[in-house]
């Protein structure tokens, strides 16, 4: 080390002191304007004042560093390190700086008394944090600079954090970007979700099948996990209600006899672009309480009583690890309620703090329900006003509504949530009482209906009156909120003229649509350096907070020089990619050949199926007919299965199949080559996205509500092929026919074969040559010839069993359109201008612009215009003080 580290210090603390007063006082709003940002004001100290003499910012991080490796660590000599042991001290020496922020962020935002969104999800797919961290606070650079003096690469410590997957997809994922927005936009909005144990599993292939290996996540540490047992919660569960009366005489009912377990918070900081605003995520972890289960302990059973404890550990065990069926299990159900009893608790505390009374409640605090799984934050938002605050009923109901809101995320009935009444009665007494209650209500609500319709409350009711008795979790949601939204114009349609018509009719006003969208930092700026450096030096560096500027971008499609830059970074985004897909998977690709690539969840409604008979077709045209393959191509899949989804399961073994018997094939040529990536995850989404051309959104019309992948593959620089599906039909109308690659059969008409009964797969099969041969190679085990019988199975559920998924009816335009790819593709100036030309279209897409839309809508949440977001400048983050007022109080961050 240089310096005495104290010296340091004391500069530091006396120059934020010297105003005497925090920051957020002497700024006023909320958002920073660029004028009057601190972080211009602290440059400014940085580079011309004397206080801080012969200090660079990478002194100044090296030695955050050292303190760490020797008092955190307790270790000696940093050189002789490795990247794992480094990435604790490291992300230590980040986190410190974020802190400071995070604390001012806090104190701003109490100090306004702004009104704060919090974000309820069973899912959030952060991936990797450092990386995410250093990025936005703009010190990559200065970073890497610094652990290259100490003879230690950054990158090779970045790929020793762990993913933390907590989540299955497409929810969890916008989850992470609308947290990533949020702070950008220097928004008062913050994600409550489980710090799960073990994340969504991790894959491996075996003989091309799909093996499940736990996701020890926390493996190599959680630095950026801060915990906070000083906030932990008691949550009550089972036990039973009793009737009383209270002091007035009223009759009051009283949840007893509960079991508790602790519910324990770790805050994971999300910085804004910038570092201005640093926003939190707060995970809970399920503790035994002391009295979890008091009458085991009275009778002295001491060992049942710790095994019983270890038990209620588990409900932060394991995230489920299906996004399209619900299990119906108690211990999913528990889960759903230990995440809202932890968010609801935790929120109204923080309420509590600055407030009297609760008439003031929806215009300081709104709650998002990321699809029905958070619902029961309704009954439970009920439960904590009358049983806890007192309220009356009218009153507690109108403000619960009037804070609520709920997206809806899909249609699939399979994955819409209905709880056993018998098991909820069980679980929670309490809410089942009050979600009757809250049913009689909204019944009696619209019993004059009931004249002109007398089914309308059979089918609205909460509560679906079968043998085994349900709870609808939509309807719950539905009349438990002011707003309900889908996530693509398609979707939001669907959702009110198919899902639930009748509410839609009901109360027109409280629909919308919120068009998806994916935040551009991670996904552009940082996975794709070299598209983002050709686009700030193209149209200025603004495009980063404000992605409708692209637009700028579009006559340069024209110039020839500029398709040339693209074109190279598309090219040096490729070769990377060759390089993890032959490490992975030992599969070898030319760099030159277009990249196909379909990267999900593995579903039948995906139809990753649909691409592979494509693949089959081709190979089969190629080898049996002597067809040429114009256009070499490779074919990048990779995506997890549901552990219980059978036929998910056998579709990845299939691409496995038909990728060993087409990549060994001398006959090919080598033209075609297929490769499945194993272990999709966010961290290797980042290297896959930036190395595409085409992007693969095939979904049966009607059935992907939006898509999000889509539009990170469009961002950087990928045509899409299509069909009219899901966000997919606004990035058509964002980017424009001629550049978008659309084919197969629309909603309306899937919906007509449907109601007519017209689909006829034996049809298409038999009157289409291609597909003929397509299916009957999946039949005669050409793509398992150890395995007999093997994908028999597709056969039977394509030809015989109705397929829901309609492929036979998309398949022959599918080959049709591709056969437009290869024709443009050959003509590499007309592509790169189409790819630059989706790059300039799609601002849209940003997670900012759907941000901006909720707050304006359906949050009131300000501020309503994107504001620009200085570039970030390592000086001003190394050497920021903490806030001056922060020892004024010990619970800053509440
Ligand atoms: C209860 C089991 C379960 C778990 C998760 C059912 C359903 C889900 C999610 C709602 C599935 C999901 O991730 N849906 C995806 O949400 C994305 C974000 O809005 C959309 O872009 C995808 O189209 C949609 O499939």
Redesign the pocket.
Known sequence: MNAPLGVKVAYLYRWSNETGEPRAKREGPLRRTSQSSAVTGLESMASSSNLLPNVRPAELLREAIYRHIRYTLVLRNPRLLGPVELLTPVSLAVRDRIVDRMIETEERVRSKDSKRLYYLSMEFLMGRSLNDNLHNLGITELMREVLASIGMSLDDVLACELDAGLG????GR?AACFLESLATLGMPGYGYGIDYEYGLFRQEINGGFQREKPDRWKANGTPFEIGRPDRALSIPLYGRVETSRDNHGNLRQIWTSQKFVLGIPSDMPVVGWGGETVNFLRLFAARASEDFDIEIFNRGDYIRAVEQKIGNENISRVLYP?????SGKELRLVQEYFLVACAIGDLVRRYDLDHKGYEQFPSKVAIQMN?T?PSLAVAELMRVFIDEKGLEWEQAWELTQATCAYTN??LLPE?L?RWSVSLMERVLPRHMQLIYGINHQFLRSISEYSFTDPDLMRRTSIIEEAADKQVRMAHLAIIGSHAVNG?AALHSELVKSTLVPDFAKLWPERFSNKT?GVAPRPWLHKSNPGLAALLTETIGERWVTDLSLLRGLQKFADDAAFRAKFREVKQHNKNRLAKVIFDQTGVQVYTSSLFDVQIKRIHEYKRQLLNVMRIIDQYLQCVDHGVEIKVPRTFVFAGKAAPGYWAAKQIIKLIHNVASVVNSDPRMKDRIKVAFLPDYRVSLAEIIIPAADVSEQISTAGM?????GNMKLSMNGALTVGTYD?ANIEILEEVGEENFYLFGLRVEQIEEMKRKGLYNAQEYYAKNERTKAVMDSLGSDRFSPQEPGLFRWIVDEILYRGDRYFHLADLPSYVEINESVDEDYLDQELWSRKAAINVARIGKFSSDRTILEYARDIWHIGPFEQPWVPKPKPEAILTAAPPASASESSSVVG
Do not use: P
């Open positions: 299955n997809g497409g929810l916008l299906s996004d399209s069926v619900m699809d799984h995320h899909t994955a949530e996530v998806n992907e509500a939006s898509g999000t899901g």
